[in-house]
T-cell receptor
Framework: DAKTTQPNSMESNEEEPVHLPCNHS???????IHWYRQLPSQGPEYVIH???SNVNNRMASLAIAEDRKSSTLILHRATLRDAAVYYC???????????????FGQGTELSVKP | EAQVTQNPRYLITVTGKKLTVTCSQN?????MSWYRQDPGLGLRQIYY???????DKGDVPEGYKVSRKEKRNFPLILESPSPNQTSLYFC???????????FGSGTRLTVV
């Protein structure tokens, strides 16, 4: 299974943009890049996913490098409620039973200062 | 409301006493999965299921059993719980394919 590498922690100021990086140099052509976040005392929450093109939704944007070996989750205006652990994960779907596996790394702990 | 429901939220039990943690989803998802979360070890997958009667081991399946007799339910069974299974457990479900998983609120299990 392809692995991802993220910084252990990052800090941001409230109402400023945050760019959370993720490296996945061994990604395969059928791996989707997923991002989840986990707020304290809660279950992980799906944020966004993409394959090759950049993606936007109401929560965040996902920028994917042209060679797909890295990606960046962008929170356009950080709020105190965005303080969480953010996980970058690869979800492969080439094989029928591969889509069931979702391997979480250690993630990036984001703190947001007022 | 689309959701994954786990029960119970909290459970304290004794070593060796069989228990079941239930998980139910109302989104007609094919994939379901169980994770445990421990300090310093992160989220680790226990078992997952691709559809009814189709399950496979995750990274830490020892000491656990699962079954998928109906699409909506995916119970986690601990036949003989031990203290090292004290952990926070999460159930999750997803459509087949690339979509994101929806997670339950978690079950905090303590085995004494």
């Amino acid at each position: 299974d392809a692995k991802t590498t993220q910084p252990n922690s990052m800090e941001s100021n409230e109402e400023e943009p945050v760019h959370l990086p993720c490296n996945h140099s061994t990604i395969s052509g059928t791996d989707y890049i997923h991002w989840y976040r986990q707020l304290p005392s809660q279950g992980p929450e799906y944020v966004i996913h993409g394959l090759t093109s950049n993606v936007n939704n109401r929560m965040a944007s996902l920028a994917i490098a042209e060679d797909r070996k890295s990606s960046t989750l962008i929170l356009h205006r950080a709020t105190l409620r965005d303080a969480a652990v953010y996980y970058c994960i690869l979800r492969g779907i080439r094989l029928r039973n591969q889509g069931g596996k979702l391997i979480f790394g250690q993630g990036t702990e984001l703190s947001v200062k007022p | 409301e689309a959701q994954v429901t786990q029960n119970p939220r909290y459970l304290i039990t004794v070593t060796g006493k069989k228990l079941t943690v239930t998980c139910s989803q109302n989104m007609n998802h094919e994939y379901m999965s169980w994770y445990r979360q421990d300090p310093g070890l992160g989220l680790r997958q226990i078992y997952y299921s691709m559809n009814v009667e189709v399950t496979d081991k995750g990274d830490v399946p020892e000491g656990y059993k699962v079954s998928r007799k109906e699409k909506r339910n995916f119970p986690l069974i601990l036949e003989s719980p031990s203290p090292n299974q004290t952990s926070l457990y999460f159930c999750a479900s997803s459509q087949q394919g690339a979509d994101g998983y929806t997670f339950g609120s978690g079950t905090r299990l303590t085995v004494v």
